[in-house]
């Protein structure tokens, strides 16, 4: 765990002095979001001191969240993402991401060899974003200023080192022919002298570098390696070494990038320009210069290209690449349009509601690429053993030259063969990438699916779940209840019940409210008049309709007044239905009670025995509702326990205490805005709907942005996946350190042999973790 203690000045609204309430909200707000450890905010000295994990959470969230509650986190600390471009050893981006941090200014500092990208906090009063950058170019790497693609400059670097290393590959095997055949040891000579200058062009230039940098990298060590065979006079050991570096580096930096490209899969072939129709006519003007407001022309079959509300037209539209679901979605006047959706047979008129820098899609990326940047906690000990491991190989190389000969006797020029074959393997590059590789490319496969994982470590924790826990209205249900019910009790009519409660609804945002307002509607009631309005959390509402007091709520409304419950057939059969029952009331008399249910999700059951067959050892539902209801619905769904009846407070207790001392790591499922108390206090917080709402994926340490559970058995399945290919690939890349130190102390491995293993080690554990990109089924 790395974490950053910030004492970072705020900006907020005057009446934040005087507003308690304010700043506890503030204050439970930041110390609810995952990662962040202790919070002390200063209403004097207008600060906020803040220490969190920087690999669990970024300084750019912690603003974005402060921002939503209307408090401006000032500009002295800044957050930047910088591309890399030539980045070609994980060593090396150990190198510079330790440089970057000892800049002065600069907070914090994560480079991930797998995502190339560089993340970076600093202090923008002591240090720009372009000293930063020229101390990165400084080390010999490119920045890519088009976070889109990759740029030119990269592919034409990689063509070029993929041209010299075939030349050196045809140059080391003429040097080898010729020296066989006898022709002419010098023309052999020459022949694996230039084998070894073409493949270690780029090499030794990165090696260079990296002495600049007082650091020894993976590069320079090869280097070292290839300069002492040829002042052993071993010729083809040199050349051999730098082709098989040099075709093993080539070949790692092709195939990463393939990992490092999932997520940008889903801006290809997007748009870059659109028809906006203005001053009466339509023109074709570029994304960055459409504006909020303006109607966009969008023609069958074309890529939505901005985030908007149909304003003319109908048609069907395929959302899967945002939501992961397949099946079309009819949109007409009125309904949301997501970028990055693919329009169908109809023409549709959509009126624009966000910038190009800010649409769901451009949300997605930017998201995906900082998920991805961030560290897994098992990727700490990879980089750990490397920065102890490369050193001590290094020492025992030294000591194995110097001291073999005396010690064990022996030929000193073999004993500096085995030293050279140290350095070749004292860099653990296999070890170093087992987890970051994976960890993108689950990140990345999940985002193309419509889950959107927010780092390394969210993901290994949603791989430990045991125990899922859901909110019931909204996503277990559909979340729209209808009224099925009426009863009229102590002389009251049920049109007296419905009209009054709907009176009250109609100033309340509880669920249930809309249902009973459209039910007195259908039945042509009169609308009474509401001159007083009180919400009662988690019990209901007090209100005054027509001059008479009246409480709509839960039974809990019931036994705080202290009402009777009076006998009634009728009463009992719908409390027996398993239905939301809400009861209205004066302060002495029960009038009656509405009966409404909520639709079940058609997806809720299968995605739960999904689960099941996933791992999940229990899942559990909370709800505010009746017992009645809570079991009625958890055994239409199997759902193994439930608890009713609960207050806000309640749910986040339950949360708690559903670990019950066993160590079980708990998910919780729900809205991301009604439930993000609860999300914050599970292990994972897990919000459903994401598409449409900047809060949701701001609350949640895993985002559906689909409506719907249907795509969290797949997130489950993919984060144990990934946890098994991470484990796989350290122990492969253990076993491989073993053998090649072993082996060239004892002379079983040669120079060109360990290069081999070095880099066929990498090449193995991308590949292993390239399974995590295979789509869903």
């Known amino acids: 765990m790395e974490t950053q203690t910030l004492d970072i000045p705020v900006l907020w609204p005057n009446y934040f002095e005087d507003c308690e309430q304010c700043v506890q909200r503030l204050q439970e707000m930041l110390e609810g979001m995952d990662g962040v450890y202790s919070v002390r905010i200063d209403t004097d000295r207008r600060t906020v001191t803040l220490t969190y994990d920087k690999d669990l959470v970024t300084f750019e969230e912690i603003r974005e969240n402060a921002l939503a509650l209307g408090v401006t986190i000032a500009e002295r600390y800044r957050h930047d993402v910088v591309h890399l471009v030539g980045l070609d050893c994980p060593d090396c981006a150990m190198k510079v991401e330790t440089a970057i941090r000892k800049m002065r200014g600069v907070v914090w500092a994560s480079l991930n060899y797998a995502t190339s990208v560089l993340i970076v906090e600093y202090e923008s009063q002591t240090i720009g974003l372009a000293a930063i ?66 493949g270690g062009i780029y090499t030794a230039r990165s090696g260079v570098l990296s002495i600049r940098s007082l650091t020894l990298d993976t590069n320079f060590l090869v280097t070292a390696a290839a300069v002492g065979a ?30 490092r490209r999932s997520i940008k899969s889903l801006i290809e072939a997007f748009p870059t320009h659109a028809s906006v129709k203005r001053n009466g006519r339509i023109e074709q003007l570029h994304l960055h210069d459409i504006e909020i407001g303006d109607i966009v022309l969008i023609k069958p079959g074309e890529k939505m290209p901005v985030d908007g ?34 329009n169908g047979r109809g023409s549709i008129e959509v009126r624009t509601t966000t910038t190009s820098d800010d649409n769901t899609l451009a949300r997605i990326v930017h998201l995906v690429e900082e998920a991805q940047a961030q560290k897994a906690p098992s990727q700490r000990f990879s980089e750990t053993f490397g920065r102890v491991y490369t050193p001590v190989v290094i020492g025992l190389a030294v000591l194995v030259a110097a001291g073999g000969p005396f010690l064990l006797g022996g030929d000193p020029r073999d004993w500096v063969a085995r030293a050279l074959t140290l350095l070749v393997v004292s860099c ?25 994982i927010k780092g390394g470590a969210h993901l290994e924790m949603l791989g430990d779940v045991s125990v899922v826990a859901f909110d019931k209205t909204g996503t277990l249900t559909v979340g729209k209840p209808a009224v099925t019910d009426v009863v009229a009790l102590n002389g009251r009519t049920k049109e007296d019940v419905l009209s009054y409660a709907a009176a009250a609804e109609s100033r309340s945002e509880h669920p249930l409210a809309d249902a009973i307002i459209d039910k007195s509607r259908e039945m042509g009631l009169p609308e009474r008049v509401v001159s007083f309005f009180e919400a009662l959390p988690g019990k209901g509402a007090r209100a005054v309709v027509n001059g008479e007091v009246i409480y709509i709520g839960s039974r809990r409304m019931l036994e705080e007044h202290s009402i009777p419950m009076p006998n009634s057939d009728e009463l009992d ?3 027996a239905k398993g239905v939301t029952v809400v009861y209205v009331m004066d302060e002495e008399k029960l009038w009656g009670a509405i009966g409404a249910s909520d639709t079940v999700r058609e997806s809720s059951a299968p995605a739960i025995a999904k689960l099941r067959s996933a791992g999940i050892d229990r899942t559990v539902m909370l709800t505010g509702d009746t017992a009645q209801t809570g079991q009625a619905i958890a055994t239409l769904l199997g759902i193994d326990e439930h608890h009713s009846e609960l207050l806000p407070e309640d749910k986040l207790s339950k949360i708690r205490g559903l670990a019950d001392g066993r160590g079980a790591r708990v998910a ?42 249907v795509m969290l058995p797949y997130a489950v399945t993919l984060s144990r996946r990934a946890k098994r290919i991470i484990r796989q690939n350290v122990a492969l890349a253990l076993l491989v350190i073993a053998i090649l130190v072993s082996g060239a102390l004892f002379k079983w491995v040669s120079l060109s042999t360990g290069v081999i293993g070095h880099e066929g080690s990498a090449l193995l554990v991308i590949a292993n973790s390239m399974r995590l990109l295979k789509r869903r089924g």
């Open 428 to 452: 653990p590059c296999a070890l170093v990438i087992s987890t970051p590789v994976a960890i993108v490319a689950a990140i990345g496969n999940a985002a193309k699916s419509g889950v959107l």
């Open 309 to 342: 509300t149909v304003v003319s037209g109908e048609t069907s539209v395929d959302e899967s690449p945002i939501t992961g679901e397949s099946i079309l979605k009819d949109k007409q006047r009125g309904d949301t349009i997501y970028a990055g959706s693919i």
């Open 133 to 198: 950058q020229k101390r990165v170019m400084g080390f010999g790497y490119g920045i890519e200023e088009e976070v889109p693609g990759v740029p030119p400059s990269q592919r034409a670097g990689r063509s070029t080192r993929l041209t010299l290393t075939a030349i050196s590959g045809v140059l080391l095997g003429a040097g080898l022919a010729v020296g066989a055949m006898g022709i002419n040891h010098t023309i052999s000579v020459i022949l694996l002298l230039l084998s070894a200058i073409t």
């Open 668 to 709: 919780m499922v729900g809205d991301g805005i009604n439930d993000a108390p609860a999300l914050a206090a599970a292990d994972v917080g897990i919000a459903m709907g994401a598409a449409g709402t900047h809060a949701a994926i701001e609350a949640a340490d895993v985002a559906l942005m689909a409506d719907d559970i």
């Open 230 to 259: 040829i002042a052993l006079g071993d010729f083809s050991e040199a050349a051999a070494v730098m082709f098989l570096f040099s075709l093993g580096s080539t070949l790692e930096a092709y195939t990463v990038d393939r990992t």
């Open 573 to 575: 059969e719908l409390l």
